[in-house]
Nanobody, 126 residues
Framework: QVQVVESGGGLVQAGDSLRLSCVASGRTGSGYHIGWFRQPPGKEREFVATINWSGESTIYANSVKGRFTISRDNAKNTAYLQMDSLKSGAPAVYSC???????????????????WGNGPLVTVSS
């Protein structure tokens, strides 16, 4: 199994930037894809971005394309979500999740990953 723990959430103002981190541990040796998601209270989870095991391929939700950047440092077993030009709105829990390479990394677009973190809350004020 793989465990993931996120950090970096908080309260920021519209237009600010924030970087989230996702540290993986456990059986990471065979490679794993990472996805980022967000979920406002009382609403469904929404796909944000995903990156494949090598870091060579990424996919973004249209709502964040051009503003968010997903990356990873496999030497540190850490993935990142750099969020720029944040927009005000309802607070959301940002979670990362991991899956083995037997799944295509694009499966993250439908939240199809195996190991989930609890995620920090991100609040963007106007």
């Amino acid at each position: 199994q793989v465990q993931v723990v996120e950090s970096g959430g908080g309260l920021v103002q519209a237009g600010d930037s924030l970087r989230l981190s996702c540290v993986a541990s456990g059986r990471t040796g065979s490679g794993y894809h990472i996805g980022w998601f967000r979920q406002p209270p009382g609403k469904e989870r929404e796909f944000v971005a995903t990156i494949n095991w090598s870091g060579e391929s990424t996919i973004y939700a249209n709502s964040v394309k051009g503003r968010f950047t997903i990356s990873r440092d496999n030497a540190k077993n850490t993935a990142y979500l750099q969020m720029d030009s944040l927009k005000s709105g309802a607070p959301a829990v940002y979670s990362c999740a991991a899956s083995g390479t037997m799944r295509p990394f694009a499966a993250a677009r439908v939240c199809l990953l195996d190991y989930w973190g609890n995620g920090p809350l991100v609040t963007v004020s106007s």
